[in-house]
Every structure is written in structure tokens, then in C-alpha cells.
């Protein structure tokens, strides 16, 4: 693990060519070891105050002018006593003040250290801790306010109250396990049976949330799939606004898989228009219809196209849907009647269809809203809490797992011994989340994961 101890320094922007480079210094000697070879005194510093001059290396030579920003122990982002310098975005620049710094005294961060500082100062807790790589890495509106929100502690601050009503009942039934022999009573039974359903009912929704918030995280694949020539790169082309895949009315045109990132509603949808899937087909040809296979496993959603005006492309995509259901029963499959601007109008029996015309735009903003809500289902983005992280996720699966056993020895009259045992198993892993239970291990693996400089 870190050492604590030790002043460090880091590059915090990004490496290259930029207009201006921040480097951070953190820890108890961070103004002594900067004040090394900034060309102003640096005593009686106020927070949050900057301060311009020059930065020079240890043989007193001028590196670049710069802005330093002094944050007193206490009131940084690691809780300790920092300074941040902003000087010119050349690496070189760059480079040359950090090796000042490291020779007046700093040791260069290792990756996450800072937020690790952050979480271990109290200024932070272990989920908004990930929380900062979550926002890092965002791609999209969702992904970031669902990394906000956790970084704001709001997932943190609903886990505690949960917690606590658990460790508050817990007490009760290890306070009878104390008396044991008197047979005094301090918990009353049904309403611990009706917590322990209660905080289970919740820790399985937010696992529930994890599905949908791991799919925002990474981005949503959409594969596109049907015959040939039914208009799955013409709909690519139409959703993107712009020609990425080659259309034409030969059919196998599309040989191999095209990948486009689309934004719908502030959720990063990862489209795959694949090749048209035929039996009569010719080896290059084949070779993409077996990559299109392997990116319909891969996919969140799948988008099966028929042609609206071929009822035979109409009874093939049923028995795709069909076949996909049974291999795949989780896999959210919308079915599409595309060509609407040249066939027939649906009947009834079509329903299941959503029809478009995906040369014309017929039917495009009903398909966007359609992804939405096949993606999101139940679940308000606005509101709820969306579990995105698979350390968490596991942990609460963990806790579900003995508040369930909790909940089985309650109905069924079973010793407190083993309630006050499964629900202090519970209590741990909901810990684990926020980090009032951790270990090395687990710190050392979550921090390693971060950038250098943050």
C-alpha cells in the first residue's frame, strides 16, 4: 500500500502538447519542497489563493513561469496540505519540474494515490472514491450523472441508513444472546422480520440496477441484424445522419461489421450493422455472416429487420426472434418491418412490428424512444439509484444472500445465534461498498486502477 508520509507529485492533465499542464503536490511538506524552486517566498499562504512566478530547477535555472494554487491541510481534494502548478503544456516543461520537485524532496505519485489520500483523510468514502474513475472515464450524460451522484453520496448515504437499521437490530438480538438464560426478549420479532424484507427488497432492486448501469458504462450494443437487402446499413446510415456503410441493392453487400457510436437521450448506444445473414452465401461472404453471429451474442439489444414488403422476410425474422429466445431468453430483442415507404400498411396481426422506413426517416424517433425504453425499463434514470460498478454489485449480491438466510431462520423460528450471524455477514459486505470494512488487498487493487495523477 501507500505510504502515507511521503510528499508525492504528479502530472494531473493529460500527457502532451497542450496550452497549459497542471502538476499536483500533495503532503505534509508540499509548500516547503515547492517553495524550493518557486522565485517568490511562499510563507503566510492563504487557501485556495494563486500565486504567479517563476519555477526554477535545482541549479537555480529558470523552467517556465507559472501559476501555483495553495490548498491548506484540511481543504483539498486529499485532505492535505497541496499546491498545484500550472505551467506551459510542454512535456518538456512538464518533465523538468516534476524532476525538480522529486529532487527537492517529492516522490512521484503511484496511480490512484491522490484519491486514495482522499478516501483514507476521511474526505471521501471507498464507492465515491471509484466513483471519481467512474466520472473520469463517462462517455455520456447518463454515465456521468450516475457517477456524480455516486461521487455526491448519494448511494453511499442510502447504503449507511441501511446499515444502520441493521446493526441497531443486530445489537437487540445479540443483547438477548447475552440473557439468554432469563429469557428476555428485546427485539420484537415480526417487526425484524419485516426490516430484514424491507433492506432485502432494496439491495435487490439496486443489484437489479446493476445490468442496466454496467450497460450505460460501457456503451449499449445494438446489433443490427436480418437478410440481405432488407436495409440494415440504410437504418445505420439514417440513425448516424451521415453515410457510414455502403448501401446498394445487391444483396451481401455488407461483409464484415461496422461499428458506430450513437447518443440517444444522454446513453451511449455502440451500433453493429452486420452482414445479412443467408445460407446461399460465398466464402468472403460467410466469413462475415459468422462475425455477425458473434456480435448478436455480444449485443445488449438486437434489432431483427424484415422486409415489409416480402412476407417471407416477414416469417424468417419471426423465426429468428423465435430461435434467439430460446438460445438467449434475457437478451432484449425489438423486431423491425422496414421498406414502409413502399409496402403495404401493417395489420393487426403485425403489431409486434414497429414499421420504418429507414430511407425516408419514417418511424426513426419511435425506434430511438423504443431503445430508450427496452434499456432502461423499469428503472428512472432521474430518480433511481443505478448500480454501474461490479465490486458492488458482487457485495450486494453477497448481502442479499444472508439477509435471505436471516429472513429463513425468522420464519422458521431458528436460534438468534444464527440470525445475529447471518445479519453481521450482511453487514459486512454492505460495508465493504463504502469501505467501512476493507482490506490491502482490496484498496491496493482498486487505486492501481486509477490514472497517475489522480
Same mark, same amino acid.
Given at each position: 500500500?501507500?505510504?502515507?508520509?511521503?510528499?508525492?507529485?504528479?502530472?494531473?492533465?493529460?500527457?502532451?502538447?497542450?496550452?497549459?499542464?497542471?502538476?499536483?503536490?500533495?503532503?505534509?511538506?508540499?509548500?516547503?519542497?515547492?517553495?524550493?524552486?518557486?522565485?517568490?517566498?511562499?510563507? +503566510?499562504?492563504?487557501?485556495?489563493?494563486?500565486?504567479?512566478?517563476?519555477?526554477?530547477?535545482?541549479?537555480?535555472?529558470?523552467?517556465?513561469?507559472?501559476?501555483?494554487?495553495?490548498?491548506?491541510?484540511?481543504?483539498?481534494?486529499?485532505?492535505?496540505?497541496?499546491?498545484?502548478?500550472?505551467?506551459?503544456?510542454?512535456?518538456?516543461?512538464?518533465?523538468?519540474?516534476? %524532476?525538480?520537485?522529486?529532487?527537492?524532496?517529492?516522490?512521484?505519485?503511484?496511480?490512484?494515490?491522490?484519491?486514495?489520500?482522499?478516501?483514507?483523510?476521511?474526505?471521501?468514502?471507498?464507492?465515491?472514491?471509484?466513483?471519481?474513475?467512474? !466520472?473520469?472515464?463517462?462517455?455520456?450524460? @447518463?454515465?456521468?450523472?450516475?457517477? !456524480?451522484?455516486?461521487?455526491?453520496?448519494?448511494?453511499?448515504?442510502?447504503? %449507511?441508513?441501511?446499515?444502520?437499521?441493521?446493526?441497531?437490530?443486530?445489537?437487540? @438480538?445479540?443483547?438477548?444472546?447475552?440473557?439468554?438464560?432469563?429469557?428476555?426478549?428485546?427485539?420484537?420479532?415480526?417487526?425484524?422480520? +419485516?426490516?430484514?424484507?424491507? =433492506?432485502?427488497?432494496?439491495? +435487490?432492486?439496486?443489484?437489479?440496477?446493476?445490468?442496466?448501469?454496467?450497460?450505460?458504462?460501457?456503451?449499449?450494443?445494438?446489433?443490427? =441484424?436480418?437478410?440481405?437487402?432488407?436495409?440494415?446499413?440504410?437504418?445505420? +446510415?439514417?440513425?448516424?445522419?451521415?453515410?457510414?456503410?455502403?448501401?446498394?441493392?445487391?444483396?451481401?453487400?455488407?461483409?464484415?461489421?461496422?461499428?458506430?457510436? !450513437?447518443?440517444?437521450?444522454?446513453?451511449?448506444?455502440?451500433?453493429?450493422?452486420?452482414?445479412?445473414?443467408?445460407?446461399?452465401?460465398?466464402?468472403?461472404?460467410? !466469413?462475415?455472416?459468422?462475425?455477425?453471429?458473434?456480435?448478436?451474442?455480444?449485443?445488449?439489444?438486437?434489432?431483427?429487420?424484415?422486409?415489409?414488403?416480402?412476407?417471407?422476410?416477414?416469417?424468417?425474422?419471426?423465426?429468428?426472434?423465435?430461435?434467439?429466445?430460446?438460445?438467449?431468453?434475457?437478451?432484449?430483442?425489438?423486431?423491425?418491418?422496414?421498406?414502409?415507404?413502399?409496402?403495404?400498411?401493417?395489420?393487426?396481426?403485425?403489431?409486434?412490428?414497429?414499421?420504418?422506413?429507414?430511407?425516408?426517416?419514417?418511424?426513426?424517433?419511435?425506434?430511438?424512444?423504443?431503445?430508450?425504453?427496452?434499456?432502461?425499463?423499469?428503472?428512472?434514470?432521474?430518480?433511481?439509484?443505478?448500480?454501474?460498478?461490479?465490486?458492488?454489485?458482487?457485495?450486494?449480491?453477497?448481502?442479499?444472500?444472508?439477509?435471505?438466510?436471516?429472513?429463513?431462520?425468522?420464519?422458521?423460528?431458528?436460534?438468534?445465534?444464527?440470525?445475529?450471524?447471518?445479519?453481521?455477514?450482511?453487514?459486512?459486505?454492505?460495508?465493504?461498498?463504502?469501505?467501512?470494512?476493507?482490506?490491502?488487498?482490496?484498496?491496493?487493487?482498486?487505486?492501481?486502477?486509477?490514472?497517475?495523477?489522480?
Amino acid at each position: 500500500m501507500f505510504n502515507d508520509k511521503e510528499t508525492i507529485c504528479a502530472l494531473a492533465t493529460p500527457n502532451g502538447i497542450g496550452a497549459i499542464g497542471v502538476i499536483r503536490v500533495s503532503g505534509s511538506k508540499a509548500k516547503e519542497f515547492v517553495a524550493k524552486g518557486f522565485s517568490k517566498s511562499l510563507d +503566510n499562504l492563504v487557501s485556495h489563493t494563486s500565486h504567479f512566478g517563476v519555477f526554477k530547477n535545482s541549479n537555480v535555472e529558470p523552467i517556465d513561469e507559472v501559476l501555483l494554487t495553495y490548498f491548506e491541510n484540511g481543504k483539498s481534494f486529499t485532505g492535505e496540505e497541496s499546491i498545484e502548478i500550472g505551467c506551459h503544456g510542454s512535456p518538456y516543461i512538464q518533465q523538468q519540474i516534476i %524532476k525538480a520537485l522529486i529532487k527537492y524532496g517529492c516522490r512521484l505519485a503511484e496511480p490512484g494515490e491522490f484519491t486514495f489520500r482522499s478516501y483514507f483523510n476521511g474526505k471521501m468514502d471507498l464507492s465515491q472514491a471509484e466513483a471519481v474513475a467512474d !466520472l473520469i472515464a463517462s462517455q455520456s450524460k @447518463v454515465a456521468h450523472d450516475i457517477a !456524480l451522484k455516486q461521487l455526491r453520496g448519494g448511494f453511499s448515504n442510502e447504503l %449507511k441508513d441501511l446499515r444502520e437499521k441493521l446493526i441497531h437490530f443486530a445489537s437487540l @438480538v445479540e443483547l438477548e444472546l447475552d440473557f439468554a438464560e432469563e429469557d428476555v426478549e428485546f427485539a420484537d420479532r415480526t417487526e425484524l422480520k +419485516n426490516l430484514v424484507s424491507d =433492506v432485502l427488497h432494496y439491495i +435487490n432492486k439496486l443489484a437489479q440496477s446493476f445490468e442496466l448501469g454496467n450497460a450505460i458504462k460501457e456503451g449499449v450494443p445494438v446489433a443490427i =441484424v436480418g437478410a440481405p437487402n432488407t436495409g440494415k446499413s440504410t437504418l445505420l +446510415n439514417q440513425l448516424l445522419g451521415e453515410d457510414r456503410a455502403i448501401v446498394s441493392e445487391i444483396a451481401g453487400t455488407t461483409r464484415d461489421v461496422i461499428e458506430e457510436t !450513437l447518443n440517444i437521450e444522454g446513453i451511449l448506444f455502440r451500433l453493429i450493422d452486420t452482414a445479412g445473414i443467408r445460407e446461399e452465401a460465398e466464402a468472403i461472404e460467410a !466469413l462475415g455472416i459468422a462475425r455477425s453471429k458473434e456480435k448478436i451474442k455480444l449485443a445488449k439489444v438486437v434489432l431483427c429487420m424484415a422486409d415489409a414488403s416480402d412476407s417471407k422476410s416477414i416469417g424468417e425474422v419471426e423465426q429468428w426472434v423465435n430461435d434467439l429466445q430460446e438460445e438467449y431468453p434475457d437478451k432484449k430483442i425489438l423486431m423491425l418491418a422496414n421498406k414502409l415507404d413502399v409496402a403495404k400498411t401493417p395489420s393487426a396481426s403485425e403489431s409486434n412490428y414497429l414499421y420504418i422506413s429507414a430511407k425516408d426517416g419514417l418511424g426513426i424517433e419511435e425506434l430511438k424512444t423504443k431503445l430508450v425504453d427496452l434499456l432502461t425499463g423499469s428503472f428512472d434514470l432521474a430518480n433511481d439509484t443505478i448500480v454501474s460498478n461490479a465490486r458492488h454489485y458482487d457485495a450486494l449480491i453477497r448481502t442479499a444472500e444472508y439477509l435471505d438466510k436471516a429472513r429463513y431462520d425468522l420464519d422458521n423460528n431458528i436460534s438468534a445465534d444464527f440470525v445475529a450471524m447471518d445479519i453481521r455477514q450482511a453487514m459486512y459486505y454492505l460495508g465493504t461498498i463504502t469501505g467501512d470494512i476493507s482490506t490491502d488487498d482490496l484498496l491496493g487493487n482498486i487505486f492501481s486502477k486509477f490514472c497517475i495523477g489522480k
